[in-house]
């Protein structure tokens, strides 16, 4: 099994920053690819962006391009996504997510087997 837990959400006014944080944690958890999604309220969840462990392969959704950065540390194997020029768009539940013994990025959540509990952007006008 594969643990995450994620941080580093919050309230924030439109046009600042925020970053998430996700730590993973299980036994002979490696070479794996990390993602982020969101669910806006009363929305589906969608994709924001993935990375796999090593770093060499990012994708991004379109609404994030140029705004959002994703980013990981193999060595605490944690995952990052730096969100800058937030609208209230952005206003969702963000969940962190592992695709293992995976390790190619995948854009759809059926791709990810294991998810943490989410933590919540809200952006203020």
């Known amino acids: 099994q594969v643990q995450l837990v994620e941080s580093g959400g919050g309230l924030v006014q439109a046009g600042g920053s925020v970053r998430l944080s996700c730590a993973a944690s299980?036994?002979?958890?490696?070479?794996?690819?990390l993602g982020w999604f969101r669910q806006p309220p009363g929305k589906e969840r969608e994709f924001v962006a993935a990375v796999d462990w090593r770093g060499l392969n990012a994708k991004y959704a379109d609404s994030v391009k140029g705004r959002f950065t994703i980013s990981g540390d193999t060595a605490k194997k944690s995952v990052y996504l730096q969100m800058n020029s937030l609208s209230l768009e952005d206003t969702a539940l963000y969940y962190c997510a592992a695709r293992w013994p995976q390790t190619t990025v995948d854009d759809t959540s059926s791709g990810y087997k294991f998810w943490g509990q989410g933590t919540r952007v809200t952006v203020s006008s």
């Open positions: 299980g036994r002979g958890f490696s070479s794996y690819a």
